[in-house]
Structure formats: structure tokens, C-alpha cells
């Protein structure tokens, strides 16, 4: 993966604020009856699709906000961006489609109906979950090593 295809590091914070509020926006939405992103049709009438009437975009907005910021989470440059780092990335993403596509196949045969359609909707992002997850696993381990090698040349 070149790295000149990846986001600034710096963009990473604002991926990580689109991703919560993109949940907390659909946690609230959740318990709550009142409709923020509201599209108001003024024509008079029946118009060609039936009777005029409201549309909310509160759904469309939520899973734009949550992809748009685990994009940004999981694309973005690290401080210092090495060989190393760029093949945890690769094998990561590489780990992230086999586990993201066998939890699909599964699903294939433990649901149907609406909630197949739900559990596809939510597989759109759980490739960049589980892509975030491993990754930043891995970057913590590597971090963790390196922490405890310089104790340890530091102490002898």
C-alpha cells in the first residue's frame, strides 16, 4: 500500500469525532421519536410518487458520519510511516477481508429477510472495523515491544 494513497495523520482525529458522533447521532435517534434531517415537500396535492410528504435523511446521514470517519481511521498516515508499519497495514487489511467475508458467509446461512438486508448493511462496515482493530492491535504490540527493548538496553 504506497503510502502517497493515504490521508494525513492529522486527519485522524477527525475521523475518530465523525465516528462517535455518527454514533451518538444514531444512539440518540434510537430514543428518540423527534427526526433531525428532515426534507419538507411543499407541493399541493398528489404529485407523480403519491401524496406529498416528509422525508428523513437521519439514517443516510448517521451511516455517512460512522463511514465516512472509520475511512479516515483506518486510511490515515502514521507519524512515522516505515516499511514495518506499511506491512502491518497490508497484512491487516489482507486478515480484515477473510474474517469480514467468513462472518458473511455464516450470516448467508443464519439469517434471511429483513434482517439478512440489516446484516448487509452493517457488513459494509465491519470490513473497516475489523481492519481498525487488528491494525491498531498490531501497532500497540509493536509499540509495546519496542518500549520494553529500550528498557531493558537501558538498564544494561
Same mark, same amino acid.
Given at each position: 500500500?504506497?503510502?502517497?494513497?493515504?490521508?494525513?495523520?492529522?486527519?485522524?482525529?477527525?475521523?475518530?469525532?465523525?465516528?462517535?458522533?455518527?454514533?451518538?447521532?444514531? *444512539?440518540?435517534?434510537?430514543?428518540?421519536?423527534?427526526? *433531525?434531517?428532515?426534507?419538507?415537500?411543499?407541493?399541493?396535492?398528489?404529485?407523480?410518487?403519491?401524496?406529498?410528504?416528509?422525508?428523513?435523511?437521519?439514517?443516510?446521514?448517521?451511516?455517512?458520519?460512522?463511514?465516512?470517519?472509520?475511512?479516515?481511521?483506518?486510511?490515515?498516515?502514521?507519524?512515522?510511516?516505515?516499511?514495518?508499519?506499511?506491512?502491518?497495514?497490508?497484512?491487516?487489511?489482507?486478515?480484515?477481508?477473510?474474517?469480514?467475508?467468513?462472518?458473511?458467509?455464516?450470516?448467508?446461512?443464519?439469517?434471511?429477510?429483513?434482517?439478512?438486508?440489516?446484516?448487509?448493511?452493517?457488513?459494509?462496515?465491519?470490513?473497516?472495523?475489523?481492519? *481498525?482493530?487488528?491494525?491498531?492491535?498490531?501497532?500497540?504490540?509493536?509499540?509495546?515491544?519496542?518500549?520494553?527493548?529500550?528498557?531493558?538496553?537501558?538498564?544494561?
Amino acid at each position: 500500500m504506497k503510502s502517497r494513497f493515504l490521508f494525513p495523520s492529522k486527519v485522524r482525529f477527525l475521523g475518530l469525532f465523525l465516528f462517535l458522533a455518527g454514533i451518538a447521532f444514531f *444512539i440518540y435517534s434510537q430514543n428518540s421519536s423527534k427526526e *433531525i434531517f428532515v426534507w419538507h415537500s411543499f407541493s399541493t396535492g398528489n404529485s407523480f410518487w403519491g401524496a406529498s410528504r416528509d422525508e428523513s435523511f437521519d439514517d443516510e446521514i448517521q451511516l455517512l458520519m460512522v463511514l465516512s470517519g472509520l475511512i479516515l481511521l483506518a486510511f490515515s498516515k502514521e507519524s512515522v510511516e516505515d516499511e514495518h508499519i506499511v506491512q502491518l497495514r497490508s497484512d491487516s487489511l489482507q486478515w480484515a477481508v477473510y474474517v469480514n467475508y467468513a462472518v458473511f458467509a455464516v450470516l448467508i446461512f443464519a439469517s434471511y429477510g429483513i434482517t439478512f438486508l440489516m446484516f448487509t448493511m452493517y457488513n459494509v462496515l465491519t470490513l473497516l472495523v475489523f481492519f *481498525i482493530v487488528r491494525f491498531r492491535w498490531k501497532m500497540f504490540l509493536l509499540n509495546r515491544g519496542l518500549t520494553t527493548e529500550v528498557k531493558g538496553a537501558m538498564q544494561s
